[in-house]
């Protein structure tokens, strides 16, 4: 329980609002254009196989979760519970997509460096 309690990784996801904010305090750019995609969660998976039903589309998004988060965990928490650790993340994702709605927002932003 020690490890779980000393683990911490932070997140926070800015809105369009916060970019804006943020290049305009720091001064140096002119926000050129800022546009929103928004996604759902498994939109690439079923494009790539239209077969796939949504527990096998929720594990390959554990395993892209697994992917980016494995070397992070594995520093504080060891080998040994990766697996279980993953087919239970793979559950939730499965429950999430169930209940709701899912989807990834990316915020692409274009900007021009001032002269000056």
């Known amino acids: 329980m020690e490890k779980l309690d000393t683990f911490n990784l932070p997140f926070y996801a800015a809105t369009s609002d916060e970019f804006k904010g943020l290049i305009e ?3 140096s750019f002119a926000l050129r254009k800022i546009e929103i995609f928004k996604n759902d969660w498994d939109t690439y998976i079923k494009k790539a196989n239209t077969g796939l039903d949504k527990q096998a589309r929720a594990a390959i998004i554990a ?7 494995e070397p992070i ?3 504080q928490f060891g080998e040994a519970v990766m697996d279980n650790l993953f087919c239970r993340v793979k ?3 499965l429950d999430h997509m169930v209940m709701h709605k899912c989807e990834n927002i990316n915020i692409v932003i274009s900007l021009i460096k001032k002269l000056g």
């Not at 395993?63 to 988060?69: D, I, P, T």
């Open 63 to 69: 395993n892209g979760m697994r992917a980016v988060g």
């Open 25 to 27: 305090a720091e001064g």
């Open 73 to 75: 965990l594995v520093s």
């Open 91 to 93: 559950d939730e994702v």
